[in-house]
């Protein structure tokens, strides 16, 4: 059983451009982390956000998290090629256990 | 701060051979995890220290994989027999405490094929 949908699942744009991508479950967690993974590397954490509607910024990026804790998404405003990569989420619940999504992998063309 | 060191990069064997793959944490770092990420997907939980001592191992396939980290610090993964589905990246990730909270710190991880 999948515990997290990422959305889309591809995705490739211009340079410039503003993106949102997607992460729900029909899960409650208790704190949800943001990951970004480059070819040949190991995931990377962006932002571990804990409060049901909290929004973190992180420069040109946006992370929020749904009022009931089960979704999140990740906004990226003006995508530079250096954002490619694969965007993972990972859901924690209460005994510290994660699940991870399959992630969006983001193509920004110059 | 040095990071998670992970070796080999790269593996090829053959089906029903076996490997073994070694990782050293972040200095202080108690928890040690082995992550499988097939490729497309998101990295699958293989098992979790807590210092030398297994935490969670539920989705370990303990009939050809296993893990030891004798001395709360360095662990190794092991293989035996390999499967052509074992084809995958082993991520190894530590962090600072039990709780996801602090967050992972992975290696660059072993890209295992099997043939």
């Known amino acids: 059983t999948q515990l997290l949908e990422q959305s889309p699942q591809f995705l490739s744009i211009q340079e410039g451009e503003n993106l949102t991508v997607y992460c729900n479950s029909s899960s409650v967690f208790s704190s949800l982390q943001w990951y970004r993974q480059e070819p040949g590397e190991g995931p990377v954490l962006l932002v571990t956000v804990v409060t049901g509607g909290e929004v973190k910024k992180l420069k040109r990026l946006t992370f929020q998290f749904g009022d009931a804790r089960k979704d999140s998404s990740l906004h990226i405003t003006a995508a530079q090629p250096g954002d490619t990569g694969l965007y993972l989420c990972?859901?924690?619940?209460?005994?510290?256990?994660?699940?991870f999504g399959d992630g969006t992998t983001l193509t920004v063309k110059p | 701060e040095a990071g998670v060191a992970q070796s080999p990069r790269y593996k090829i064997i053959e089906k029903r051979q076996s490997v073994a793959f070694w990782c050293n944490p972040i200095?202080?770092?108690?928890?040690l995890y082995w992550y499988q990420q097939i490729l497309g997907q998101g990295p699958k939980l293989l098992i979790q220290?807590?210092?030398?001592?297994?935490?969670?191992d539920s989705q370990l396939p303990k009939d050809r994989f296993s893990a030891e980290r004798l001395k709360g610090v360095d662990s190794t993964l092991k293989i035996q027999p390999a499967k052509l589905e074992d084809s995958a990246v082993y991520l190894c990730?530590?962090?600072?405490?039990?709780?996801?909270?602090?967050?992972?710190?992975f290696g660059s991880g072993t890209r295992l094929t099997v043939v």
């Open positions: 220290f807590q210092n030398n001592g297994v935490v969670d």
């Open positions: 990730a530590s962090s600072f405490g039990q709780q996801i909270n602090y967050g992972y710190t």
């Open positions: 990972a859901g924690i619940r209460d005994a510290g256990k994660s699940t």
């Open positions: 200095s202080g770092h108690a928890t």
